[in-house]
């Protein structure tokens, strides 16, 4: 079987390079026979992948342990879900799940824009094809998933703390987002190449940006629950550089998001937008790299491997390519229109756009520093939380105000007046609430304060919109109907609200204290009385587990418990936080066994406010995102009338 | 636009320069000559004893490459789950009479990702 699965990839390497050079050949002398061809190579590429997955996963599933990949994450003992998500468990089958995503989206895109775009797709299909090439050539030559061995009598299993449906799903909706910038900035490439500089491109790839956009975000707050109910230190983000990896091309493609519809509307921003499409595409290629490589030192440990080198050329490649196309397709890229004033929409979407990538630049400043200082100074240094939280608020403050202003300020040329009068109620509201939230004490943080107050703004400025908007067209379902870009534009603003509050009151307003506590001793946190009942130990499947009985009072009544597993197989433990939700203040009450110590246990605990505002902003972030992503018949039209007239 | 971005650099090269408070990323190898708050990374030497929570846990440390000598640490804080001999941690403290008192420690999760050594 792994013979066949060998044999499935190097087919798959022979077909990407038949696209790559069928594709550019048929593309130059503009051989239509050719380029049909590369386009078909292509779509069979992601056939013989995806022969090529079926036989890894059918491995593991049957613990094949003939397969090194196989016998290295998992072991018998090992459900079959948890077996089945060693595929990404590792840096083959990773590698693997890249190609399979990668060749799928190719293959999908390009048939669904074969007929509307036929001089463009003429170029897509290489470029997609140059980046299946790079990792179907890793995975035949440097890092294969079909290694065999003689047969082993049982695996080294997954770790436990691994063991977890949320690892089920975390890493493949990343790979979805990470992978799915290559199509944006694929039709990019191909409409540059070319020479088809205008907005088709964009319109062909909206959804697909905003579905890689909205996996790789909903992906990322998979992550940050895990840590937080999995790992237990009582954080969600550590901006550690892997977790960095992730945020940065999601910061791209936000960018990308809103400074398309400029472009769209008014032909500016086009230089712009080709340069964000290519670096969100880089980011995701440089995260790659960055989480195997092992140049950066990482809470995520992946060992230093043999691709680092690898997928620095390719990351370099792909940059000098990217450079070089956009240099040498300037002229294509002149706008149609001049901003007329720094207070209109076209303006803020641009203050929005800066933001968004100096922030993102900051984060891969501080992710690179260790590198650069080593280089440069000859000592490697880090930079911690403090850098990053003052960038955050610094970018992020501004943001959150301007995604107030962004969508009710005039196209062109807006007065401070007229925006006044357009704003009084969110403005009076947002007022308001500072001023009450100030007198309840909130202003015990600064950014937490200002934080809150935006809040209330954004919040207010949405419902006067929807308002508005019901009033004028009748009825709610047909507004949003009408226009399900726009209004899912408002329900992920509003999810970035919710999260927004969640950060702030999570971080500014939390509290944390350590005590060691006898059974039947109580300590005060926040309003919450925590009393050590006993200790209970139990043998479970896996572990032994030892559990503390809390019980609390205070601004909610219960019982908890917190503990830790000792894991027989390999003699580790793993610490089980305890969490009681009051859903009422939307607050969690965080309990830590730290450590026993004689009859008494060291406990940590944290009060965190809001902070459950975080998980339910993702579920609201995933239906505005399908709100926006669901076909609309009338703004195809739309979009198509005014493409016909920009072409004109 | 170009003029903006450069203006944004500017100020996180300054602030990184003059407000930011970076940390040097050492071994116990090159420790030596550094007072202030370091990260130190390297692998956990034997006997582990002490209690963190009160006199502090001490054990030693030393590069991960094996060739150096091991640094006498004493650890107050939470004690990460991963914690064992031979693990490598990343410490955040500072060198006080010849010992390395740190406050706070990562462990280098021993990840379904990681192939070295099998740990």
Known sequence: MADLGRAALIVSFGLALWALAAGITGAMANRRRLVDSARNALIACFVSTFIASAILASALVRHDYTFVYAASHTSHDLPTLYSLSAF????????????????????????????????????????????????????????????????????????????????????????????GLTVPFAFAAGALLARQADERWLIATRRWTLAAWMFLG??????????????????????????????????????????????ERKGMLKIWNVVLVALAFELSVFGTFLTRSGVINSIHSFARSSIGPWFLVFVCATAIFSTWLILSRLPLLRARTKLESALSREATFLYNNLLLVALCLTILWGVLFPVLTQAFLGESKTIGRPYYDFFLRAFGLPLLLLMGIGPLIAWRRASVRSLIATLRWPISVALTAGVVLLILGAGSSIPGII??????????????????????????????????????????????????????????????????????????????????????????????????????????????????????????SSREVGIHTNWLRAEDLYVIFDQKQGEGVYFKVLV???????????????????????????????????LALARA | MALAIAMLLAVFLLYTAVVGNSTPVLQPSNLAGHTGTVSLTGEVIGPVAGESHTTGLTFGLRDISGKSQTIPINFHGSVPDLFKV??????????????????????????????????
Not at chain 1, 114 to 131: E, H, Q, Y
């Open chain 1, 608 to 642: 965190k406010p809001l902070v459950n505002l975080l998980w339910v902003a993702g579920i609201v972030f995933i239906i505005g995102s399908m709100v926006a992503l669901w076909p609309d018949a009338r703004e195809q039209k739309r979009l198509v009338a005014r």
């Open chain 1, 451 to 572: 934080a809150y107050t935006f809040c209330a703004f954004v919040l207010t400025t949405i419902v006067v919109e929807v308002v508005r908007g019901t009033r004028a067209t009748g009825s709610l379902t047909e507004l949003v109907g009408r226009n399900r870009r726009r209004y899912g534009g408002y329900v992920v603003h509003f999810a970035i609200v919710l999260f927004a509050i969640g950060v702030a009151g999570s971080s500014a307003y939390g509290s944390t204290k350590e005590q060691l506590l006898l059974p039947g001793q109580t300590m005060s946190v926040a309003g919450y009385n925590v009393t050590y009942k006993n200790l209970e130990v139990e043998k479970g499947p896996t572990s032994s587990e030892t559990r503390a009985v809390m019980t609390f009072t205070g601004r909610s009544t219960g019982t908890l418990r917190s503990g830790t597993n000792a894991y027989f197989a390999d003699g580790s």
């Open chain 2, 86 to 119: 031979g693990r490598h941690v990343n410490l955040t403290g500072a060198m006080k009479n010849g010992t390395f008192v740190a406050t706070d420690m990562t462990t280098k999760c021993p990840s379904k990702y990681t192939t070295t050594n099998g740990s």
């Open chain 1, 218 to 263: 909903f992906g990322q707050l998979l992550g940050s629950h895990w840590a937080y109910v999995e790992v237990g230190w009582g954080g969600y983000y550590a901006w550690d550089p892997v977790e960095n990896a992730a945020l940065m091309p999601w910061l791209a493609a936000t960018a990308f998001l809103h400074s398309v519809m400029i472009q």
């Open chain 1, 88 to 179: 990404w468990g590792g840096q083959e089958g990773s590698l693997l799940l890249w190609l399979l995503i990668l060749t799928g989206y190719a293959a999908l895109s390009v048939t669904l824009n074969k007929r509307l775009l036929r001089d463009l797709i003429a170029w897509t299909v290489p470029v997609f094809a140059g980046v299946a090439t790079f990792f179907s050539f890793i995975l035949v030559a440097v890092s294969s998933p079909f290694v065999t061995q003689s047969r082993a009598v049982d695996g080294a299993g997954l770790t436990p703390s691994l063991q977890n449906p949320y690892m089920v799903a975390h890493p493949p909706m990343l790979y979805l987002g990470y992978v």
